[in-house]
C-alpha cells in the first residue's frame, strides 16, 4: 500500500463498525477437531476494544461467508446483535445493515482482509485492512492496521476510533478507579 497516496481518515465521524471474522477477528486458521467441529480463537483485547467502543455507542456488527457456533457464542459474548454468518453478497447485507441500522455509509467502516470483503470495502465511508491483507484489500484501504488479523487488529481500530471521537480519556478512567 502506497501510503502517500491514501486520503486522510475522519475516524471521528465512524457511528457503525463492521468486522469480517476470519483473518479479522481471528488469524485465518480454520481448525477442525476430530469429531468435525469447528474451533476459532479471538484475542481477548479485540473482545474489550469491540465493548468499549459500544459501550461510548458506536454499533459494531459482522459479516462473514462463513458459518461458526463459536462465532455466535463470541458475539453473545460481547453483545453483538448485527451477526450474518453464510454470507454469499456482503454489499446485499451491507446495505440491510445500513437500513437498519439508520447509519449511512459514509459513517461506517469496515475492516477485511481478502477479496470477499472488496466490494463492502468499495462502499464504505471507511475501508480498514489489516496488516496481512491480499494486495487487493491493501490498495483499496484507506487506512492499514499495524497489527496483523486476529493479533489486536481490531482493538487497534477500536482505539482510533475512541481518541478520534475524545472519548479515550473517559474509557481509561472506568479502568483506574
Known sequence: MNKDSRR?????????????VDGVLTPGDVIYNDNGIQIKTFHVRDGLGIRM???????????????????????????????????????????????????????????????PDLAVMRRVGIPI????????ILDCASHMTTRKG???????????????????LEVIKRFDA
Open 8 to 20: 486522510a481518515v475522519d475516524f471521528s465521524s465512524v457511528r457503525l463498525l463492521l468486522l469480517d
Open 53 to 115: 467502543l459500544m459501550d461510548a455507542g458506536i454499533r459494531v456488527g459482522i459479516i462473514t461467508g462463513r458459518k461458526s457456533m463459536a462465532l455466535v457464542h463470541r458475539c453473545e459474548n460481547l453483545g453483538i446483535d448485527l451477526l450474518y454468518q453464510g454470507v454469499k453478497d456482503k454489499t446485499l447485507v451491507l446495505k440491510e445493515i445500513l437500513e437498519k441500522t439508520g447509519v449511512p455509509a459514509r459513517e461506517t467502516a469496515y475492516i477485511g482482509d481478502d477479496l
Open 129 to 136: 485492512a489489516v496488516a496481512d491483507s491480499c494486495e487487493e
Open 150 to 168: 486476529g493479533q489486536g487488529a481490531v482493538r487497534e481500530i477500536c482505539e482510533v476510533i475512541l481518541k478520534a471521537k475524545g472519548s479515550w
